[in-house]
């Protein structure tokens, strides 16, 4: 029954992250790179645990590489190659957070590195993806909070900051959470 639900859940993200990826093209949506002629990172070689294919070292720390150098557009190929097969990576224990992370690096591409309509849309649903798979993201929150109010949603945005704010111990991050509120009820 398990492998049944696990299957499905792949299933169901493969999907997802289709139906994504068929949106973005929609809209016309354009990927701005840092700087021209940003070349792939290449393969690594980190020892992250169980995997198939070979998919962590070929496709999600070089689109992690990708990002840091300010190539949006090869990040986000290799986030959308990554993400849209969870079943190369479900015997790996840190599969959860890899994801979160995957799918939060494709929401700050959209939200800061794109321009065409519809780009907050993807933003946003990459944000709460990321969340899906790992509820203690805050980061995360933060940027959804952030895609919110820029589109003129800033009591939802606050009244995500302040559930999250509501529900956490961390103090640094409780500090963070309360100036970004701040932040956006200013501008409000």
Known sequence: MRGMLQLFLSVFIILCTTMVSAF??????????????????????????????????AHYF?????YQKGNYVSAKNQMDYF?????????NPRQREFFSHGYY????IYLYHASGQGRFILAKRNFEQSIQWNPKNYT???????????????????SILQNLLDNISDEMVAQLIRMEISRIGSTH
């Open 62 to 66: 070089p689109g992690l590489i990708d």
């Open 24 to 57: 973005a093209q929609n809209f016309d949506i354009k990927i701005h790179n840092r700087a021209e002629n940003l070349s792939y990172s290449g393969m690594t070689n980190i020892a992250a645990g169980p995997e198939t294919g070979g998919i962590l070292n």
């Open 140 to 158: 995360s929150y933060l940027q959804l909070s952030r895609v919110l109010s820029t589109v003129g949603l800033t009591d939802k945005a606050i």
């Open 83 to 91: 993400l849209s097969r969870p079943h190369y990576t479900q015997q």
């Open 105 to 108: 690096i494709r929401g700050m």
